[in-house]
């Protein structure tokens, strides 16, 4: 009797053994399987992540465009009217200068060469410049161009100071300092730099349909006589 108490115990022991070995083993399984995924899917994520930092360092590292020449809209101006007699088609667009006050100064991809292309277009537009040299000459000095550092919507203000000439007697006819703000938001560029030179258009192009707006109220000067010449 006590024998076979004894041969009982150690083929339950063992039954039990092997119970645990099997789990021990599907689970060792189920990890094998398991297992091959995890890196896959941190892979996946990588080449996600490393696709986004590409994109963006090539937005970062690409050359902003320049200024486009096209003229503001002048439709709030009455261009039937147009200028005094003195001034229609009769002046010419001497020099662009850059502010030499490196407290503020003019950074933008758009330079001299884009804005005066910009304002010439703008004057013929608007009835103001002439084909070859004119009565009156303008001069115009980029002094400010205040930009954001980053945000959805980016604003830009640019200050213009512009000087009218009388070529002839060398008379100041009319100077201003005009300040115009421009704003490109995310539904005009998803791109920083993109929607900063969209936001440098419009401030210098608003820029230019104030100054069209002073020019069209200056009073005619008449006619030059010899007497003012001299």
């Known amino acids: 009797m006590g024998d076979s108490r004894a041969a009982v115990l150690p083929t339950a022991a063992f039954t039990e053994a092997g119970g645990e070995r099997q789990a021990l083993l599907q689970c060792l399984r189920y990890r094998r399987r398991a297992t091959p995924r995890r890196p896959e899917l941190a892979c996946l994520v990588m080449k996600v992540?490393?696709?986004?930092?590409?994109?963006?360092?090539?937005?970062a590292c690409a050359k902003p465009e320049t200024l486009s020449a096209k003229p503001p809209d002048l439709a709030g101006i009455d261009l039937a009217r147009g200028p005094g007699p003195s001034y229609r088609d009769a002046i010419t667009v001497a020099s662009v200068g850059v502010s030499m006050d490196t407290g503020t100064p003019w950074t933008s991809a758009a330079g001299p060469a884009q804005v005066q292309e910009a304002l010439v277009q703008t004057l013929v537009a608007a009835r103001l410049a002439s084909a070859g040299n004119g009565r009156f000459r303008l001069d115009a000095v980029l002094l400010t161009l205040q930009r954001p550092y980053a945000g959805f919507a980016m604003t830009v203000t640019a200050t213009i100071g512009y000087r009218l000439t009388e070529v002839a007697t060398g008379a100041v006819v009319y100077t201003t300092t005009v300040t115009t703000p421009g704003t490109a938001t995310l539904d005009d560029a998803y791109m920083s730099d993109t929607r900063l030179r969209i936001a440098d258009e419009r401030a210098i192009r608003a820029n230019f349909s104030t100054l069209v707006e002073a020019l069209y109220a200056l009073p005619d000067r008449g006619p030059l006589t010899s007497s003012r010449r001299t």
């Open 49 to 59: 992540i490393l696709a986004a930092a590409a994109l963006l360092a090539l937005g």
